[in-house]
């Protein structure tokens, strides 16, 4: 008909007509079903309703994947990679590119509607409410304890002030045990050190050691105010690494990494309290029924999930965490409402700390590049990282159109000048070669340099034919290795030989 609708005696859907379209489509009826429910496709009767089913039946196989699958990650609104493979040409290499990043990491597409969108349940919240009411046990016995010290001579209390405040200077030490001795009354010592963060009231202990006419003053006996100063230092610190051991055991992550996410990185949903700190305060020997500290520890949850995943450290999960566009851990959504974080952001981390193998998994190399004072600095510490030329690399960088430090922040940019120079090694030629060669209209001579590029330098017995791939399919091969695996048969077919000793059958 005129308006694109079949002909299908009155009929205006293709639900009609299962029998004749589940064959033609090679779809079951349940998967049918499943695209005729999604953004993808639609139930009319129409030309372009039953292309669109034809499509995705097709780049479901193409890519190996479910139908379900595909509905589950295909979609700009519903799908959880927020991408339309059949908006454009290039939505559609995006999306294979996304699908592949997904495969390499091994996550499942569950895991990830969890983590990134709180789908479906990735925990046992049951669990959750028994871990949590066996640390507000701990904790109650850790506070009914601390009640029965005494400091005497004051090395117990300098001991454990020396342990709580490491990171604060000497003489601010010193002072705080002055305050305790009452030869000091200065409050700027309490309020430097006294902070929410480690879940010290500033206030409290000005009353209790300072404002003689609080209620809460304690007096002026030294032994009094020593032991009323230590039992709060110490509860602290034991209250502290209950939290950190609890978590280490039930997410089955190294102490330091728990320490630095509940201590340094989470916070409590909706509020600016620290994820530990919340922790801290939790009571009751029952499982809780609210559900601040039920979402604080699943923030912790899917935050541990994802270290896991990329095997994230300690020392590195607070630098990578949120960065540009990277995933930010401290922002996943833990109930009904937040905001669903993108696996756009999710990849791009994973694709960032991917770099780490080029340099060896040198310890926080990423932030020692982007942390030198200037671009060629930069780029001299990449090389070296990397074993690369330093030369080679800051003239392809700059013909990239690089030239800040700023630059290497994005990962894009690495993985660019990683490609320059690994095609390179691969083929034997250095990156300047390369970077001479990657002009969009080559002339005569630099097309035949590409056709025939210069043997490498290093030598090889007689008679032994050389290895090296051919030039040509290895820079196609590094720029879109989904197409050339996935794609229609006719595409394939169009691979021809590129030399006696480099067949191209595609796969």
């Given at each position: 008909m005129g308006d694109g609708t079949l002909q299908g005696e009155g009929q205006t859907n293709l639900g009609a007509h299962l029998e004749v379209v589940l064959p033609a489509l090679q779809l079951s009826e349940a998967d049918y079903q499943r695209l005729v429910d999604s953004e993808l496709a639609g139930d009319a009767l129409t030309f372009a309703n039953l292309t669109g089913l034809l499509r995705c039946a097709?780049?479901?196989?193409?890519?190996?994947?479910?139908?379900?699958?595909?509905?589950?990650?295909?979609?700009?609104?519903?799908?959880?990679?927020?991408?339309?493979?059949?908006?454009?040409?290039?939505?559609?290499?995006?999306?294979?590119?996304?699908?592949?990043?997904?495969?390499?990491?091994?996550?499942?597409?569950?895991?990830?509607?969890?983590?990134?969108?709180?789908?479906?349940?990735?925990?046992?919240?049951?669990?959750?409410?028994?871990?949590?009411?066996?640390?507000?046990?701990?904790?109650?016995?850790?506070?009914?304890?601390?009640?029965?010290?005494?400091?005497?001579?004051?090395?117990?209390?300098?001991?454990?002030?020396?342990?709580?405040?490491?990171?604060?200077?000497?003489?601010?030490?010193?002072?705080?045990?002055?305050?305790?001795?009452?030869?000091?009354?200065?409050?700027?010592?309490?309020?430097?050190?006294?902070?929410?963060?480690?879940?010290?009231?500033?206030?409290a202990a000005k009353a209790a050691l300072l404002d003689d006419q609080s209620p809460s003053y304690i007096g002026a006996d030294v032994p009094t105010r020593r032991a009323w100063l230590l039992v709060v230092i110490v509860s602290v610190l034991r209250r502290r690494a209950l939290v950190v051991d609890t978590l280490s055991a039930s997410l089955s992550i190294p102490a330091a990494l728990a320490s630095e996410l509940a201590f340094g990185l989470l916070h409590e949903p909706g509020t600016t309290t620290l994820a530990g700190v919340s922790l801290m305060r939790t009571t009751g020997a029952e499982p809780p029924t609210t559900e601040p500290p039920t979402n604080t520890w699943l923030r912790l949850a899917k935050a541990a999930a994802v270290c896991q995943q990329l095997e994230l450290g300690a020392d590195e999960v607070t630098w990578y965490s949120g960065r540009g566009d990277w995933l930010d851990l401290d922002a996943l959504p833990v109930q009904t409402g937040d905001a669903a974080a993108s696996f756009d952001a999710w990849n791009r981390l994973r694709e960032a700390l991917g770099l780490r193998s080029a340099w060896k998994r040198e310890p926080m190399a990423h932030a020692s590049v982007v942390g030198e004072a200037s671009f060629s600095a930069a780029v001299a510490r990449l090389a070296q990282l990397c074993g690369w030329d330093a030369n080679a690399l800051e003239a392809a960088a700059t013909s990239l159109g690089y030239g800040q430090v700023a630059d290497f922040e994005n990962e894009r940019a690495l993985q660019r000048l990683r490609t320059i120079a690994e095609t390179g090694a691969r083929v034997g030629l250095g990156v300047d070669v390369l970077d001479g060669w990657a002009s969009q209209a080559p002339d005569v001579a630099q097309a035949t340099a590409i056709k025939r590029p210069p043997a490498p330098s290093t030598t090889r017995p007689a008679g032994q034919r050389s290895r090296r791939p051919c030039a040509t399919r290895s820079a196609s091969s590094s720029e879109t290795p989904s197409s050339t695996r996935y794609w229609h048969s006719s595409t394939l077919a169009r691979a021809t030989t590129c030399s006696s000793t480099c067949s191209s059958t595609w796969r």
């Open positions: 097709l780049l479901a196989k193409a890519l190996r994947l479910s139908v379900e699958k595909l509905v589950t990650l295909a979609g700009v609104s519903a799908g959880l990679l927020a991408s339309d493979p059949f908006a454009s040409s290039a939505e559609t290499r995006r999306f294979v590119a996304m699908v592949d990043g997904l495969r390499a990491s091994g996550v499942t597409s569950a895991e990830l509607d969890w983590l990134l969108r709180d789908v479906g349940e990735g925990v046992d919240l049951g669990q959750i409410g028994l871990d949590l009411a066996v640390l507000g046990r701990g904790l109650a016995v850790i506070e009914e304890e601390c009640q029965q010290l005494v400091d005497p001579d004051g090395a117990a209390l300098a001991t454990n002030v020396d342990a709580l405040f490491a990171d604060a200077s000497v003489q601010q030490r010193s002072d705080l045990l002055a305050i305790v001795e009452g030869s000091s009354q200065d409050e700027a010592t309490i309020d430097a050190l006294f902070v929410a963060a480690l879940d010290l009231d500033a206030g």
